[in-house]
Nanobody, 118 residues
Framework: QVQVVESGGGLVQPGGSLRLSCAASGSIVNIYTMGWYRQAPGDQRVLVAAISGGSTNYADSVKGRFTISRDNAKNTVNLQMNSLKLEDTAVYYC?????????????WGQGTQVTVSS
């Protein structure tokens, strides 16, 4: 079994910054892509940023403001969010693509709320 735990959400004013962290643990042989998704009320869950090997991918709406990074030794992925906007308000979910030695599956965290408000 694999556990994925996020932390770092909260309330911030427009223009502020937050750093989200995600740690994966359990029966992990290898982690391929690690990513962050978000879901605002009434909307679908969408990709914010992902990192695989040395490559990163960002949603157009966060390019230049958000930075994703990972520590392969610790099985962690972080999302540094700067210049936050009202429209960044959402529940943020960590997703990790894990090979357990038996199968390869995506695992999700429970989500962390990010609220941008003045």
């Amino acid at each position: 079994q694999v556990q994925v735990v996020e932390s770092g959400g909260g309330l911030v004013q427009p223009g502020g910054s937050l750093r989200l962290s995600c740690a994966a643990s359990g029966s992990i042989v290898n982690i391929y892509t690690m990513g962050w998704y978000r879901q605002a009320p009434g909307d679908q869950r969408v990709l914010v940023a992902a990192i695989s090997g040395g490559s990163t991918n960002y949603a157009d709406s966060v390019k230049g403001r958000f930075t994703i990074s990972r520590d392969n030794a610790k099985n962690t992925v972080n999302l540094q969010m700067n210049s936050l906007k009202l429209e960044d308000t959402a529940v943020y979910y960590c997703n990790v693509d894990v090979f357990t030695g038996v199968r390869r599956l995506p695992y999700w965290g429970q989500g962390t709320q990010v609220t941008v408000s003045s």
